[in-house]
């Protein structure tokens, strides 16, 4: 439960510069008619965060351009990050950093 714990503050805290290529084998792999499919509580979720917030970051956290990339909807993205109240924090936060509009 702890290397959990860590794994997802890892992902949630550290950015890397996002993959120009688009998404990953991973994330492809997870990714059925655009919708994303993994829980919060599986090993590949906090890979799937910090893909999600490393490209969210690229595009200055607008949502729609970077679920386009992703190849899933907003809703599927935000709904990724919601599932962790530690990636839903930093979602929000980086956003009101930027100006950008709160998420419902």
């Known amino acids: 439960m702890a290397l959990k ?14 993959d120009s290529k688009g998404p990953s084998e ?3 792999s997870r990714v059925r008619r655009r919708q994303l499919v993994i829980s919060a509580g599986h090993d590949d ?3 799937l965060v910090a893909e999600a917030l490393d ?10 351009p970077t679920a386009e990339v ?3 909807s907003g809703t599927q ?3 990724l990050l919601s599932k962790s109240p530690a990636g839903w924090v930093a979602l929000k936060t980086h956003r009101a950093e ?3 509009p709160p998420l419902k």
């Open 55 to 64: 490209q969210l970051q690229a595009h200055g956290f607008h949502i729609a």
């Open 5 to 18: 714990r860590l794994r997802l503050k890892l992902a949630v805290e550290h950015r890397t510069q996002a």
């Open 70 to 72: 992703l190849g899933v």
């Open 98 to 100: 930027l100006g950008l």
């Open 45 to 47: 979720y906090p890979a």
């Open 77 to 79: 993205l935000v709904g």
């Open 26 to 28: 991973l994330w492809r």
